[in-house]
C-alpha cells in the first residue's frame, strides 16, 4: 500500500497540541510499519528530529508553501506518476482536488462552541475548511469521544466512518523524578521559589486563564506559574493580552509567574516540583498536557466539561470551568490536604499509562488498512 502523508504541521520547531501529534504519528509509522510504502509532504525540507529516509520511508519537498492545501498538495496528487492508495492529513485540512481517498484528523470543534475566541481569518478557515473535509474524507480521526460525539452531532457523520485514537505522551521525559537539586535547580531558573501550581499550553482566551488568576485572590501561600510561549519565533498562543493583564486587575501580581516558552525537557521538572497541575479550560479536544502531568505523579484539576473527564478519569479533581469558586476550592483542596495529593499522586500515574504514542499510531494504522480494503 502507497500512503502519502502531509507533514506541513509536523514539521515545525517547537510543537505543541496538532503539530506534536503529527510528528509523534510520523514517528511511530515508521517504527511500526515496514511493510507499506510512504511519502511525506513537506513545505520544506525535513527537521533534524524527523524520522532518516530509507527504503519504503521518504520526503518530498511541494511548492508553493503559501497555497500548501490549495495548491501544493493537489498538483502533487494529480501529477504523480504512481498515485498513492491514500492520502492522510493529521490536520483538519484536506485538498479540495484529490483522485485518491483522503483520511482526515479532527482534533476537536471547539471553533463551534466559542466562535468569539478566535481571529475572523482562524475561525473562516476552521468553519469552511473543516465542514469540507469531514464531508469528502472517506473517514476521520479524531483524538476523544468527546470529539467523535459533537462530529456526530454538528455534522451528522456516521459513527462508523470515526476512529478514536487517544493521544500518548514521552514515557522517557515524564515521569517521577526523585533528584530534588535538579528539580529545585530548573524551577529557579524561571524564578519560581516556594509552592506553586501549573497551567502549561497556549495562551489563549478558550484555556480560560483569566478567571483561573482571579481565583488567586483568595489564595495565600501558594502561586500560579504559566507556562507558554506569547512572543519570539515558534508557535504561541492568540488574543493574550487580557490573560498577561490579569495579574494586575485582580491584585496578584506577586502570585503570578509568566515563564514564557519552556523547552521540553524542563517540563518535568516544572511537573513534578508542582502541587497540581490546572487545565481550567472551556472546552479541549483532549488534553495532553493533563497526562504528562499525571504520569509524573502530579495532580491533575481539569474542567468537567467536554473530552477532559475521559483524559483524568476517577485520578483527577474536575471543577466546573465557569466558577472562579470551585476553581479555588479545588486549588485549596489539592494544596492543603497531602494525604490527598499523595493519593492522587498514586491514582494519576496509573491513569497516564493507558495512553501512549504506541497504540495511538497502531489505530491510525488500522484505519488506513481498513480504508485501503474499501
Known amino acids: ?14 510543537r505543541l497540541g496538532s503539530s506534536q501529534i503529527g510528528f509523534e504519528i510520523l514517528k511511530g509509522l515508521e517504527q511500526l510499519d515496514r511493510k507499506n510504502d510512504y511519502t511525506i509532504l513537506l513545505p520544506s525540507a525535513p527537521m533534524n528530529d524527523l524520522p532518516n529516509e530509507r527504503g519504503g520511508w521518504k520526503y518530498k519537498v511541494l511548492r508553493p508553501k503559501r497555497l500548501w492545501t490549495r495548491i501544493a ?3 502533487a496528487l494529480f501529477t504523480a506518476r504512481g498515485k498513492p492508495d491514500l492520502l492522510f492529513s493529521p490536520t483538519h485540512y484536506i485538498p479540495r482536488f484529490s483522485p485518491v481517498k483522503r483520511v482526515v484528523t479532527i482534533f476537536d470543534l471547539s471553533y463551534l462552541h466559542f466562535p468569539e475566541m478566535y481571529k475572523k481569518d482562524d475561525l473562516f478557515k476552521l468553519t469552511n475548511w473543516t465542514k469540507y473535509s469531514v464531508s469528502n474524507a472517506v473517514h476521520i480521526v479524531t483524538i476523544s469521544n468527546s470529539s467523535k460525539q459533537d462530529l ?20 522517557n521525559i515524564f515521569r517521577p523524578l526523585k533528584d530534588r537539586e535538579r528539580i529545585l535547580e530548573v524551577i529557579e531558573k524561571y524564578g519560581i521559589h516556594g509552592r506553586y501550581i501549573i497551567y502549561i499550553g497556549t495562551i489563549q482566551p478558550r484555556k480560560n486563564l483569566v478567571r483561573l488568576i482571579e481565583a488567586f485572590q483568595k489564595l495565600e501561600g501558594i502561586k500560579l506559574v504559566i507556562v507558554g510561549k506569547t512572543s519570539g519565533q515558534g508557535r504561541q498562543g492568540w488574543m493574550f493580552e487580557s490573560t498577561l493583564k490579569a495579574p494586575k486587575k485582580f491584585g496578584v501580581e506577586d502570585r503570578v509567574i509568566f ?12 511537573l513534578n516540583g508542582a502541587e497540581a497541575f490546572i487545565l481550567p479550560a472551556l472546552y479541549e479536544g483532549f488534553g495532553i498536557t493533563a497526562v504528562e502531568a499525571m504520569a509524573c505523579g502530579t495532580p491533575a484539576i481539569v474542567s468537567n466539561v467536554s473530552s477532559m473527564p475521559e483524559a483524568v478519569g476517577s485520578a483527577g479533581l474536575l471543577i466546573n470551568p465557569q466558577s472562579v469558586t470551585q476553581i479555588e476550592q479545588a486549588i485549596r483542596a489539592i494544596s492543603g490536604d497531602c494525604k490527598l495529593r499523595a493519593k492522587k499522586s498514586a491514582e494519576s500515574i496509573k491513569q497516564a499509562e493507558k495512553f501512549s504514542w504506541g497504540k495511538m499510531t497502531k489505530t491510525v494504522l488500522r484505519v488506513f488498512e481498513s480504508v485501503a480494503g474499501q
Open 73 to 75: 498538495l493537489p498538483l
Open 259 to 270: 515563564t514564557g516558552f519552556a523547552p521540553t525537557e524542563d517540563l518535568p521538572y516544572l
Open 152 to 171: 456526530m452531532k454538528y455534522y451528522s457523520v456516521k459513527k462508523e466512518k470515526i476512529t478514536v485514537a487517544y493521544p500518548g505522551y514521552d514515557k
Open 1 to 14: 500500500m502507497k500512503i502519502w502523508i502531509d507533514g506541513y504541521e509536523a514539521n515545525v520547531p517547537q
